[in-house]
T-cell receptor, first 116, second 116 residues
Framework: AQSVAQPEDQVNVAEGNPLTVKCTYS??????LFWYVQYPNRGLQFLLK??????LVKGSYGFEAEFNKSQTSFHLKKPSALVSDSALYFC??????????????FGTGTKLQVIP | EAGVTQSPTHLIKTRGQQATLRCSPI?????VYWYQQALGLGLQFLLW???????NRGNFPPRFSGRQFPNYSSELNVNALELEDSALYLC????FGGGTHQETQYFGPGTRLLVL
């Protein structure tokens, strides 16, 4: 079974400060990991993904995420937050070797509020 | 390149009625996914279609059903609507489904269903 946890319902950060949105996962094998962002009244937009290789993944809009196998985490980070980054962020996981039609599991989402 | 499109954008129904939601995937994508996003409940996986076949199903009652057409577009049907079916219904598509590919999903803007 696979699962993903986003322990914080909401994260508040001042504009210009670094931000971190946390994600931990559980899979039986090795994971594919994803981050998506959802702006109000919109669908989800793909930000970045970890498949293999370098543990630090760079994505859209200056976001990056670090895969940490020992801590089973994939936290989303940005060095300097913008007010326009305020949105709902979803982490997702899929067991790489599950094969067949194993679905991707999404977290419950973390609301990021960047304060001017 | 056009993204995933969904219609209608909004739908108002009364209890007991049927709702039909439509999704057109990105050109070349064969997999279509349906999710329900109810207020405060995150993203709940509904259905996955690939190459015209239902490949995976979430924990929803049989009154949630759908199909995928030869052009890979998809339809979600919800019968005997209940008040708690009120939600944003998101469709996503991906280039590959199943197997060991990482299948990044690309989302449409959603259909907001209101059941009165």
């Amino acid at each position: 079974a696979q699962s993903v946890a986003q322990p914080e319902d909401q994260v508040n950060v001042a504009e210009g400060n670094p931000l971190t949105v946390k994600c931990t996962y559980s899979v039986s094998g090795n994971p594919y990991l994803f981050w998506y962002v959802q702006y109000p009244n919109r669908g989800l937009q793909f930000l970045l993904k970890y498949i293999t290789g370098d543990n630090l993944v760079k994505g859209s809009y200056g976001f990056e995420a670090e895969f940490n196998k020992s801590q089973t985490s994939f936290h989303l980070k940005k060095p300097s937050a913008l007010v326009s980054d305020s949105a709902l962020y979803f982490c997702a996981v899929r067991d790489r070797y599950s094969g067949g039609y194993q679905k991707v599991t999404f977290g419950t989402g973390t609301k990021l509020q960047v304060i001017p | 390149e056009a993204g995933v499109t969904q219609s209608p954008t909004h739908l108002i129904k009364t209890r007991g009625q049927q709702a039909t939601l439509r999704c057109s995937p990105i050109s070349g994508h064969t997999s279509v996914y349906w999710y329900q996003q109810a207020l405060g409940l995150g993203l709940q996986f509904l259905l996955w279609y690939d190459e015209g076949e239902e490949r995976n199903r979430g924990n929803f009652p049989p009154r949630f059903s759908g199909r995928q057409f030869p052009n890979y577009s998809s339809e979600l049907n919800v019968n005997a609507l209940e008040l708690e079916d009120s939600a944003l219904y998101l469709c996503a598509s991906s280039l590959f489904g199943g197997g060991t590919h990482q299948e990044t999903q690309y989302f449409g803007p959603g259909t907001r269903l209101l059941v009165l």
